[in-house]
């Protein structure tokens, strides 16, 4: 595929503002890692051109990047040449991931004990880019949202587990993330924007978030932040389930529990970080 002087002339100017604004960073792994966090659960396969406009990047630079992430066995071809997917050694370095986040070996025990107790799920989260993926989950009632294992990814606009993150961020952290959702054209934000900011309120005075058939109709669930030792938003807990059996009365002794296991994964955070 041969390249104009145009096209260079563009991927060299990017790259040159990438630079400009931090020496020590690597324009091109960031955007090698922007076409990889593409990729979900309900999109395993896209065109060239489906990345190109989910990352706002040239499409000449995403043939670029795919290339490369093709030849170093990344990425692969399907449906015959059309769509590309992640390949075996992403899978692998997800489980490396997890695999060292000993926070969460701590944590399954007393997930596993809420879910018993309340039949519901619950689930570890942190923050990626304007998601939140799944660091452990532990889940006991048949009857819940399906495709949410371990490394799954839910939205930063309307995931339960998101909204406890947000709550745990400081008011320019807020403000932040308000910002960028507004900025992204979410289809949801107008009809999520006051029911965020409502659920913002109550934690301030509650100390957790309450989401009712935000994610998914049926659900409710209640959230909280854990907190990292210099006071930021390491990870984020919720504990959720079928709506009529998750009323108001149990979602305020979940969101007492949770908060408990947050403070109590905060001080195992110190130790392990």
């Known amino acids: 595929m041969k390249r104009t002087s145009a096209q260079s002339d563009n991927d060299e100017q990017l790259e040159q503002e990438g630079k400009g604004k931090d020496r020590q960073f690597v324009t091109a792994l960031a955007r090698g890692l922007q076409i990889l966090r593409c990729f979900t659960r309900a999109q395993p396969a896209l065109r060239a051109s489906e990345l190109a406009r989910m990352t706002g990047l040239p499409q000449p630079t995403v043939w670029r990047l795919c290339y490369t992430l093709i030849q170093e066995g990344y990425l692969v071809h399907v449906d015959g040449g059309e769509k590309l997917r992640p390949n075996y050694p992403v899978l692998a370095l997800g489980y490396a991931a997890i695999a060292g986040a000993p926070i969460a070996e701590l944590a399954r025990p007393e997930m596993e004990e ?12 942190v923050r990626d880019g304007m998601h939140i993926i799944y660091l452990a989950r532990s889940q006991r009632s048949d009857i819940l949202i399906r495709n949410a294992d371990v490394g799954s990814r839910v939205p930063l606009v309307s995931a339960p587990i998101a909204w406890g993150y947000i709550a745990g961020l400081d008011p320019e952290g807020r403000k932040g993330v308000l910002a960028e959702f507004s900025r ?28 009712k058939g935000i ?4 659900i409710n669930a209640v959230a ?10 390491a990870m984020s807990l919720s504990c959720g389930g079928l709506a009529p059996m998750f009323p108001d009365k149990r979602l305020a002794a979940i969101g007492k529990d949770l908060k408990a296991l947050a403070d109590r994964l905060s001080s ?3 130790s392990t970080h």
């Open 114 to 125: 809420l879910a018993n107790r309340y039949q519901g799920a619950v689930t570890l989260g």
């Open 184 to 211: 992204s054209r979410e289809a949801r934000w107008p009809e999520l924007q006051p029911k965020l900011k409502k659920a913002l309120v109550d934690y301030e005075k509650l100390g957790y978030v309450v989401s």
């Open 268 to 270: 195992a955070i110190k």
């Open 215 to 218: 994610l998914h109709e049926q």
């Open 224 to 233: 909280v932040p854990v907190f990292a030792e210099d006071g930021s938003v």
